[in-house]
């Protein structure tokens, strides 16, 4: 993975951490308006008890996982986990941009 520079790196960190913080909105909008449930069964218990604590754990959780990889960089291993992680979520943000039609048509019912 030479051809991943410390730029490239670096922004795919911070497409992590920006891309993770409009995952926890629209979890919170999608579960507010039911149309979806949390699949994670902790993240689940959190969300239920406060989506203020549920966004603060979650962007807590990825970031901390997003600096050790960062802090890994130089491992092929850690460099490969950003490019995945930094994939996933542009992915999964894609998923939840294709939803917001029918979300803003229930919360407008």
């Not at 951490?17 to 902790?42: C, K, Q, R």
């Not at 989506?51 to 130089?74: D, E, Q």
Request: proline share 3%.
């Amino acid at each position: 993975m030479q051809y991943l520079t410390r730029r490239r790196l670096m922004a795919m960190a911070c497409t992590v951490v920006v891309l993770n913080l409009l995952d926890a909105i629209f979890t919170i909008l999608y579960t507010h308006v039911g149309m979806a449930t949390e699949s994670n069964p902790l993240m689940q218990q959190v969300l239920r008890a406060s989506p203020v604590v549920f966004m603060l754990a979650k962007l807590g959780l990825v970031s901390l996982g997003v600096l050790l990889l960062w802090r890994l960089r130089h491992r092929w291993t850690a460099a490969a986990g950003l490019v995945g992680a930094s994939t996933a979520y542009v992915v999964l943000v894609l998923y939840h941009l294709s939803a917001v039609p029918e979300a803003l048509q229930i919360a407008t019912r």
